[in-house]
């Protein structure tokens, strides 16, 4: 798994911490996350040109094992309030998994 210190995690989250700059909470961004949906990322990624094609597996890959790593990341530079919202959406969706995954 890749050091979410590194220099290239520090630059992913540069690209995409503007989606949740000034509250922009999106209930439907975060459950995409939650269920493991981050192709849309990892496209931006590829199509960005910064990132060789193996940084963007190993990202793929720890985004598919962590989601949440993908939230925090987009939550880089988002205000405390936005944060809570988002970790409160997060346990929310927590909780709702398994009664999902059952039905």
């Known amino acids: 798994m ?15 911490s503007y989606e949740f700059q000034g509250g ?9 996350i939650h269920r493991g949906d ?16 193996a940084v963007v597996e190993q990202v793929e890959i720890t985004w598919k094992r962590q989601p949440r790593l993908l939230l925090d ?7 405390e309030m936005t944060r809570k919202r988002c970790d409160m959406a997060w346990a929310s969706l927590d909780r709702l998994a398994p009664i999902a995954q059952s039905g």
């Open 73 to 79: 990341t987009l939550l880089v530079d988002a205000d």
């Open 38 to 53: 981050i192709q849309e990322w990892i496209v931006a990624l590829e199509l960005s040109g910064l990132f060789d094609r």
């Open 24 to 32: 922009g909470v999106d209930y439907d961004t975060i459950e995409m």
């Open 2 to 16: 890749m050091d979410s210190t590194s220099k290239s995690w520090t630059f992913i989250a540069a690209i995409f």
